[in-house]
């Protein structure tokens, strides 16, 4: 990953200056789990260490690793899904909107996670 800065001396002039940075594949998956990891324990317990530790070795993104955990916290909790498409849905609400209540909802949780810099949802 390059990346380019234009700074502006004490003297007026500007300069150019181009950093290249190298991040290994491990380092990567090593946030990514920490992150998954996080959104599970939003859920309060509704979804088991196990699931999302299985989520982590299918190497799934963040972002599908959050849908799963919500679709499952979703049954768990005895919720009637209409199909992934209800739970895709109910992510895309709570996209870019912040708080409004105080409610125990997943959602709201992965909401707050996104708000915070957590995850980016879809």
Excluded: H, W, Y
């Amino acid at each position: 990953m390059e990346i380019e800065e234009e700074l502006v001396e004490s003297s007026g002039q500007k300069s150019e200056v181009t950093v290249t940075v190298e991040v290994s594949p491990d380092s990567v998956r090593k946030t990514e789990s920490q992150r998954i990891i996080g959104i599970q324990a939003l859920g309060k317990g509704r979804v088991s260490d196990e699931f999302t530790l299985s989520l982590i070795s299918e190497g799934l993104s963040v972002e599908q690793a959050a849908l799963k955990i919500l679709t499952k916290s979703d049954e768990d909790r005895g919720a009637k899904l209409v199909g992934l498409q209800k739970a895709d849905d109910a992510l895309r609400q709570v996209n870019g909107k912040p708080l409004q209540t105080q409610d125990d909802s997943l959602e709201s949780d992965l909401c707050f996670a996104e708000n915070i810099g957590l995850v980016k949802l879809a």
